[in-house]
């Protein structure tokens, strides 16, 4: 079973960057997908950035195209979220997802198996 804990989301002026950590624990295929996708107030959750763990094909979603990038990090169970150039409309709660299946470029909810809890963005003056 992969458990998963994000993290590194707070308080942030427009313009401004974070970096979101997701840490893992249980086994991790390098062919698994990890995920994120965020969820404001009254919206639906959607998706923001896909890649495989190992680290290759990657996807994003078109509105953090050029300002959100995930990379691997050098402890082997995490990976990141660096989030650049945040927007008025990017607060919300991020989660991180790890889908056990082979689909590198997994987009949708129901094709990821375990979530991390989410962790807050607010992007603010």
């Known amino acids: 079973q992969v458990q998963l804990v994000d993290s590194g989301g707070g308080l942030v002026q427009p313009g401004g960057s974070l970096r979101l950590s997701c840490a893992s624990s249980?086994?991790?295929?390098?062919?698994?997908?990890l995920g994120w996708f965020r969820q404001a107030p009254g919206k639906e959750r959607e998706f923001v950035a896909a890649i495989t763990w190992s680290g290759g094909s990657s996807v994003y979603a078109d509105f953090v195209k050029g300002r959100f990038t995930i990379s691997v990090a050098s402890a082997v169970n995490t990976r990141y979220l660096q989030m650049n150039s945040l927007k008025p409309e990017d607060p919300a709660i991020y989660y991180c997802?790890?889908?056990?299946?082979?689909?590198?470029?997994?987009?949708?909810?129901?094709?990821?198996?375990?979530w991390g809890q989410g962790t807050q963005i607010t992007v603010s003056s």
């Open positions: 249980g086994f991790i295929d390098s062919w698994y997908t």
């Open positions: 997802a790890v889908s056990i299946r082979y689909l590198p470029q997994a987009r949708r909810i129901g094709e990821y198996d375990n």
